[in-house]
């Protein structure tokens, strides 16, 4: 069974920086994408940013210009540097990772790691 473990997650102040850290472990391939995802209490599971393993990014417009999303030289690792934090990036942030294996994609999370900013 694959699985995502998080870190990183911690309370900040506002204007404070966090570097959360995904590393996928118990599987033979690469990911073709990984990428974080946050959920706030009461809303919807949002995207963060992705990267894909040839480095291409997508950043939701709340993360630009104040998170950078990477990649880990270990194989399956990433990483969101998350700068300039506000309280409305308090969420619970999850781990993702796609990956299309012979002829069958997979999908799997992380079970979260908690961001809280104080104002």
């Known amino acids: 069974q694959v699985q995502l473990v998080e870190s990183g997650g911690d309370l900040v102040q506002t204007g404070g920086s966090l570097r959360l850290s995904c590393a996928a472990s118990?599987?033979?391939?690469?990911?073709?994408?990984m990428g974080w995802y946050r959920q706030a209490p009461g809303k919807q599971r949002e995207l963060v940013a992705t990267?894909?393993?040839?480095?291409?990014?997508n950043y939701a417009d709340s993360s630009k210009g104040r998170f950078t999303i990477s990649r880990g030289n270990a194989k399956n690792t990433v990483y969101l540097q998350m700068n300039s934090l506000k309280p409305e990036d308090t969420a619970v942030y999850y781990c993702?990772?796609?990956?299309?294996?012979?002829?069958?994609?997979?999908?799997?999370w992380g079970q979260g790691t908690q961001v809280t900013v104080s104002s």
């Open positions: 118990r599987v033979i391939f690469e990911m073709d994408a």
């Open positions: 990267i894909t393993s040839s480095n291409r990014i």
């Open positions: 993702n990772a796609r990956a299309l294996w012979v002829g069958r994609d997979y999908d799997f």
